[in-house]
């Protein structure tokens, strides 16, 4: 049975139909990674997944169990198990590293206060972070804030990690600090489903590369199968175009 697995997932957003006929699977320890142009439909699928967007159409499942088949509650739980980061790092600024992450244990998993700031800076310590525990948001960089987000889901113990650009809104030389963590995640077993441009990364560590336009996955396959040289994929064209974007920047 796979850890998650997505049926069929259709949405409208605004009149338009942002997300049509999606299914996918994610094995335990699986990392699968989504390319393709902005607009696509990617970050709307990984909120349906995680039901910040109800689905139209299809259904979700986590370990066999249907999310459109949940109450109110129980999708609350539901949330709990998938960790979702996003492009921007959704941090409160009013409350140090250490906090950001043990906010959620405390009022959530009514983890005791000590205990909630014990796991936070050991989730802290997972992603490099040991240092920074009592700093605040504005005194950290954009990786180090990312790091602080994906350590509070962690800290959730999630089945499933999903990942929207997570590096879109760093500079160029903060983008290598974070894909190390999410690097170590997959090496560890974390099964994943990660929104990216970083083609270089989705080469190295993706199990399969699932390329997404205009509402559909058109194309998928091993990056060895979609991205070799002549393989004709409308996955290798656009990473060709991105490539040569970067070299022009």
Known sequence: MPVLEARHISK?????LIVDDVSLTLDQGELKVLIGPSGGGKSTLLQCIH????????????????AAEMGR?????FRQEIGMIFQDFNLFDHLSAENNVA???????????????????AELARVGLADKARLYPAELSGGQKQRVSIARALAMDPKVMLLDEPTSALDPELIGE?????????QGGMTMLMATHQIGFARRLTNEILFMEKGRLTERGSP????APGSNSRAAEFCAKLAQLMGRE
Do not use: M, W
């Not at 244990?105 to 800076?121: D, G, M, Q």
């Open 178 to 186: 974070v894909l190390n963590v999410i690097a170590d995640l997959a």
């Open 12 to 16: 409208s957003l605004g009149g338009k």
């Open 51 to 66: 039901y910040l967007h109800r689905p139209d159409q299809g259904e979700v499942l986590l370990e066999g169990r249907s």
């Open 73 to 77: 509650r129980n999708i609350c739980a």
């Open 103 to 121: 906010v959620a244990l405390r009022k959530v998993k009514k983890f005791s206060t000590r205990a909630a700031l014990e796991r936070a800076r």
């Open 224 to 227: 060895a199968e979609l991205l």
